[in-house]
């Protein structure tokens, strides 16, 4: 890739203090240069997560499974017994205990896999950790149906009489708002074996069905092709490195790769319509068995939301529209292209600012950039962010998952998993990583087992704060034009990844969900022909549709989420408000911010996020987020495109 301009290093140096300090930290680090296509063997071991605060090998993963299974038929003792107060606290003591083990179980394998993605050994183990949850809910079942079934004042009596039971409140009141969903309790059986996932009490790590399983292991078993890299040299295209080759200065290459992926895709086109058609349908399904009228609405009341947020964010986007097609027709002026394709995309608009960036400088500019979020979110990140801890799984390699994420359990530190390839992009994907990490931990240090788990619409908001406040910093440490214009393009394409193409995917999981409870069959052509003509809609005229660019679908594993990526779109509206917040008021914005994030799921979501100054039930905050697009893109505007002389 292009290096960076002399200047540019201003943008990464902070005091000579600081750098030596950082320097002696970090200076028996070896040295890595990242490669998608190599073994695992070959990543240092320092760069690997430690996944012993779970287990220390996957026999103890088998003892820790055996002696669970052992222990859930103690359950079904307390059946029918938990109107009594000591009952109904030993029971709930219990369940969440079991819960909380088979947790560890169900992380350690999901994390096993997600290195080892065709190894059948790690597979099983993820099936067998399953399979050990299903249990633990399955002989759990009646506690929900007693507890509906129990009058107010009896409730209120038991934790009057135990105060031991308080964690639980939350959880009960929860249980309590959905009473009318509840079916008989053969249906509830019936329902519970087919592994139903809109009645998970708590979901600290969603348990995938068997069509996102299906899917993932298809995209793991298809054979990507080779393509040539900017020095004409064969290199194989991986999900892995497909984001790197689709933003190559180099014309040919991006276009060969993002061609080659969506050729490979449509070869594949009906399996792969086959596992989302089968995941719709399951959603579907359960959504209808307990009388929602749509999907949609019942995945959003699972976290005690209304679809009005939802169509809120669809609709307020859809108004500012013609701010994205803006966007796309500047990216065509300034790369001097006849047409728009989606591999102009993703391509700097500055060339000669983007540089590598180094894990080594990356750990220290985002340490540097979340500053403003004070001293006790300063330290445990930086515990975090230091590879020798064990939190991260830092590089790619051959078999392991595409992607990034931030995974919890309740009780040790969270873990990050990244495929970090040194670009300035992926120091960004480590902030916004480690925004999930450090709000799981805020909220296990402050809240019950119980209460700890976030809900789906705060999970995106921590790591979009972070992003939001790394990308100003960088703004703010640089005076060169073009390197400035560089990070407020970088900006533009945050918010239109993020905000936009969040956006248009939660339109597309939508109307994929209307058209499967319309009975519309949900085929690969059908697939293709309502996401060619969202992209179509959302990039506007001066944008041109590739043949297979309605094939982009099918390799998001987040449309087997459960209506999950419109909460991205929220999340950095409501991330760029914080940050706002943050830099205008000091303190007394962090701690309100810091509140939310300890408080897990302790009060109801949208309260939670009141509390630190941000209401999604209006547009103002999606309104706020496309002000400071639309600000950013005039700044740049005036940076980039000259004036047309005078004739």
Known sequence: MPKFSRLFVLLFLLSAAALAVAATAGADLPAITPDANAPRSAIPDVYKWDLSPLFASDSAFEQARVKLLAEVPALREYQGKLADPAALSGCLDLYFRLHREANFLTLYATMRQSTAQTDDAAAALGQRGLAAMDEVMRAAGFIRRELLAAPAPVLESAYAARPGLAPYRAYIDNLRRRASRVLTPDAERALALLGDNLWAEIDLNE????????????????????????????????????????????????????????????????????????????????????????????????????????????????????????????????LGLSAVHLYDLYIPLVPGVAKDVPFAEARRTVAEALKPLGAEYGKVLAEGLD???????????????????????????????????????????????????????????????????????????????????????LVAHTQDPAERAYLLVARLESIRTTIFRQTMFAEFERTVHQLQEAGTPITAALLDEQYAGLARRYYGPSY????????????????????????????????????????????????????????????????????????????????????????????????????????
């Open 544 to 647: 041109t549709l590739g043949p297979d660019d309605g094939m982009e679908w099918a390799y998001i594993e987040h449309f087997f989420y459960k209506y999950y990526v419109y909460s991205y779109a929220t999340g950095l509206a409501s991330g760029i408000a914080i940050a706002d917040r943050v830099r205008a008021q000091g303190e007394p914005a962090v701690q309100a911010y810091l509140g939310m994030l300890k408080g897990g799921c302790s009060k109801p979501p949208l309260e939670l996020l009141k509390g630190a100054g941000v209401d999604l039930t209006t547009p103002a905050p999606i309104e706020s987020a496309m002000k400071t697009f639309a600000r950013t893109l005039e700044e740049v505007e005036k940076l980039l495109v000259k004036p047309e002389s005078p004739k």
């Open 207 to 334: 348990l995938p069905s068997g069509y996102e399983e299906a899917h993932g292991k298809l995209l793991a078993d298809l054979p990507w092709p080779k393509i040539k890299d900017a020095d004409d040299q064969d290199v194989q295209l991986t999900l892995s490195n497909y984001s790197r080759f689709r933003a190559s200065p180099n014309a040919e290459v991006r276009r060969a790769a993002v061609t080659a992926l969506f050729a490979t895709l449509r070869q594949y086109q009906h399996a792969l319509a086959a596992t989302l058609a089968g995941q719709v349908k399951l959603d579907v399904a359960y959504a209808r068995a307990r009388g929602y009228d749509t999907a949609l609405a019942a995945y959003l009341d699972k976290d005690n939301l209304s679809p009005a947020v939802y169509e809120n964010l669809v609709r307020t986007i859809n108004a500012n529209l013609p701010l994205l097609h803006r966007y796309i027709e500047l990216r065509k002026k300034v």
């Open 387 to 473: 590879p020798r801890n064990g939190w991260i799984d830092l590089y790619p390699h051959k078999d392991k998952e595409s992607g990034a994420f931030s995974s919890s359990v309740y009780g040790p530190h969270p873990w990050v998993f990244i495929n970090y390839q040194d670009s300035l992009d992926d120091m960004s994907t480590l902030a916004h990583e480690f925004g999930h990490a450090l709000h799981s931990y805020l909220a296990m240090k402050a809240q019950s087992y119980p209460n700890f788990h976030y809900t789906t619409i705060l999970a995106e908001i921590a790591s979009t704060c972070n992003e939001s406040l790394l990308s100003d910093y």
